[in-house]
Each structure stands twice: as structure tokens, then as C-alpha cells.
């Protein structure tokens, strides 16, 4: 029996990952970020008539707001492909939760130290369904005024549960974060690998 060529490649994985959490907290920002093809998204003007359940405490500039999912690719060395999809923030959307989460490997849970409280909802939807998540707090103009320790305190994540610090705007920031999610979910180690640019 012949056996396989030393220099033979490993199958092309590719993987589904959602980003979560709350109402403004830069989900739209992650996945446009990290995006090496123009990202698909829902975005929409926010409303008069949706005021009373679109609380702008935080993100007073927020126009617009996603009503079904946001989507993007990265690839990452030769043979990883990930097929990143951003949730709806309101809770009058998350009926599509469900089926976005269908077939995800994991999630990113996005944070805002400002509004904390508001990614409560997605940590305790992946806890309740077992999907593994990592916590990616957003620091916004770099300011990181708690520790990735007090915020998963605050949170209180289970024990194992990554928080890491990030820049929802800036790619390689998001790719750390993805990295972090795929080793956690898929037990295995992401080669290092450059990301081509855009």
C-alpha cells in the first residue's frame, strides 16, 4: 500500500463564527474589519418609532443598526477559510439566533466596558447552548481602563473562558481574537500565518 507524499497538503477547513453581544457595541465594526472580501451586511437608519427599544446610552452617534446578520470571509494560511457572521444586537431580532448559531464553531462575544451589562444576553446563550465563546472587549480610542481578569469577573465566566483585549477596527486586533476563539473551540493550534491585505 503506497503512502501518502510527505509534501501532501492538508484538506482546504473551513469554519463558521459568530460575533456576538450587545446593542453598539462594534459587531458591524469586527466583521468589516477582519473581512478580506467586501462584508454583506443589514444595516439600517434607526427609527423614531424603534427609540423606545434602542437604548443610545453610550453610542448617542449610533444611525444605523443591523436587522439580520452581518457577513465576512478571512483566510488565514492555505488551507483555513473562516465564515464570520455578526448577530443582530436587539432583543426583537434574536429569533435569529437559532439559526445563525446553527453549525458555528464558536462565538466571539463582543464587549463594551461602558455597557457591560449588555453582553449578559450572549454569554449566557452560548453558556446554556455549550458553544464555545471567547469574551473580546472592545477598547475604544485604546482606552482599557479594567483588565481582562476583572472583566471576566464582572461577567463571571466560567473558569477557561478568554477575555482578550481588542480594536474592533483594526484587523489584526480581530484576527488575534479569532485565533484565540479556533484554538479554544478546536483544540488545535492556528499556524502563524500572514493575512493577506486587502
Not at 29 to 32: M, N
Not at 133 to 146: H, K, L, S, T
Not at 179 to 194: K, R
Given at each position: 500500500m503506497d503512502s501518502e507524499p510527505s509534501d501532501a497538503h492538508a484538506p482546504f477547513l473551513a469554519l463558521k463564527i459568530l460575533v456576538a453581544g450587545g446593542f453598539g457595541v462594534g459587531k458591524t465594526?469586527?466583521?468589516?474589519a477582519v473581512s478580506e472580501i467586501r462584508p454583506l451586511n443589514t444595516e439600517e437608519v434607526l427609527t423614531e418609532a424603534g427609540r423606545s427599544d434602542d437604548s443610545l446610552d453610550g453610542v448617542a452617534d449610533k444611525r444605523?443598526?443591523?436587522?439580520?446578520l452581518d457577513f465576512g470571509?478571512?483566510?488565514i494560511g492555505d488551507d483555513l477559510a473562516l465564515y464570520v457572521f455578526g448577530t443582530p444586537g436587539q432583543d426583537r431580532f434574536w429569533f435569529?439566533?437559532?439559526?445563525?448559531?446553527?453549525?458555528a464553531l464558536g462565538a466571539v462575544v463582543l464587549a463594551d466596558t461602558r455597557r457591560l451589562r449588555d453582553c449578559f444576553p450572549a454569554v449566557d446563550y452560548f453558556e446554556r447552548r455549550r458553544l464555545p465563546?471567547?469574551?473580546?472587549?472592545?477598547?475604544?480610542?485604546?482606552?482599557?481602563?479594567?483588565t481582562a481578569r476583572e472583566v471576566a469577573s464582572a461577567l463571571d465566566l466560567d473558569p477557561g473562558t478568554p477575555v482578550v483585549l481588542?480594536?474592533?477596527?483594526?484587523?489584526?486586533?480581530g484576527k488575534e481574537v479569532l485565533?484565540?476563539?479556533?484554538?479554544?473551540?478546536?483544540?488545535?493550534?492556528?499556524?502563524?500565518?500572514?493575512v493577506e491585505p486587502l
Open positions: 465594526t469586527f466583521v468589516g444605523t443598526t443591523t436587522v439580520a470571509r478571512i483566510t435569529l439566533w437559532d439559526e445563525l448559531a446553527r453549525g465563546f471567547v469574551v473580546a472587549v472592545n477598547c475604544f480610542d485604546g482606552d482599557r481602563e479594567y481588542c480594536d474592533a477596527r483594526e484587523r489584526e486586533s485565533i484565540t476563539l479556533i484554538e479554544l473551540a478546536g483544540g488545535f493550534a492556528v499556524p502563524d500565518a500572514p
